[in-house]
């Protein structure tokens, strides 16, 4: 019991059971999943759906993180890759074809995929701070996006596209098959493998891991990299999911989010070391208390409120001082039972 309170999952794992709780007692019905059109069906099929985008996102941005960077333009990537593929399909004389999918996902996952080159280029070769560097994009990536569709919201008629973020296989939702898939994926190539012990390593202390043989400069380039993978597939799920492409608004602060799923799993903002595990119930965290501010009947904009309310308490007690005030109060504890044991005998 006393390692699962010392892990970084433990106070997130209880904030998240404390927003399910809420949820319940507002709707006795809320964990209740059913079987439909042979889909599953449920709130919890809902989190786990919307959670996918933000999952995505936070997955590149929890290696960045790790790496002691930060990547802003992670939104702008989600608004571009959307833009790209809606419009080469609306453009398309025949959208519902595989080819003009697949092609169309090859071309917005290869721009970002350059975007990502850029950041990771601005930031291990020119040395510009990854706030900065990633900022430029973070500005530009929307004016991109909005060029790509002529400043209109691109829709498109294909089934085929709208399947990868609204449809189903196996009763459950493709996004999030497709999150849980790269989740699993960068599980396995990080802790399975040397590549987790370097991202950490550079994170520590980039100068050192260069004299210790590391190559510091493309294990940063190669997260920067990633992380616009992880958005070009984020941006892909949202627009098919509502078969559209909207410059301004697809990916609108999903970095925020991205970076409060990192921070509330666990990982440090001073990078050398990250959790997968804590980043996926920070995405969680994210999208229940989205749906338990709707539940309860509170206007949607009041959200960011209790988000900010959410983090600092999560931050709080993953905080050093009260994480040393905590051991000290049950060593405390565990001498005052002790003495009274030896009493008793």
Known sequence: MRSLT?????WPLIALVALLAVNVAARPGFLGVRMQDGHL?????DILRNTSPILLVAIGMTLVIATRGIDLSVGALVAIAGAVACTQIAASPNPGSAA?????????????????VWNGFLVSVIGIQPIIATLILMTAGRGIAMLVTGGQITTVNSPLYKSIGAGYLLTLPVSAIIAGVVLAATA?????????TLVESVGINPEASRLAGVRARSIIWTVYVFSALCAAIAGILISSNVTAADANN???WIELDA???VVIGGTSLMGGKFSLTGTLIGAFIIETLRITVISLGIAPEVNLVFKAVVVILVCLLQSPVVQRKFRARRRAVAQEHGEAVEVVA
Not at 6 to 10: E, Q
Not at 100 to 110: D, Q, R
Not at 188 to 196: I, K, S
């Open 6 to 10: 010392r892990s970084n999952v433990f």
């Open 41 to 45: 069906y449920g709130s919890l099929i």
């Open 100 to 116: 003009t999918v697949l092609i169309a996902i090859g071309t917005a996952v290869l721009v970002c995929l350059v975007l990502g």
């Open 188 to 196: 396995l190539l990080t802790r399975r493998t040397a590549l987790g």
């Open 250 to 252: 697809n990916g609108l």
């Open 259 to 261: 970076i409060l799923a």
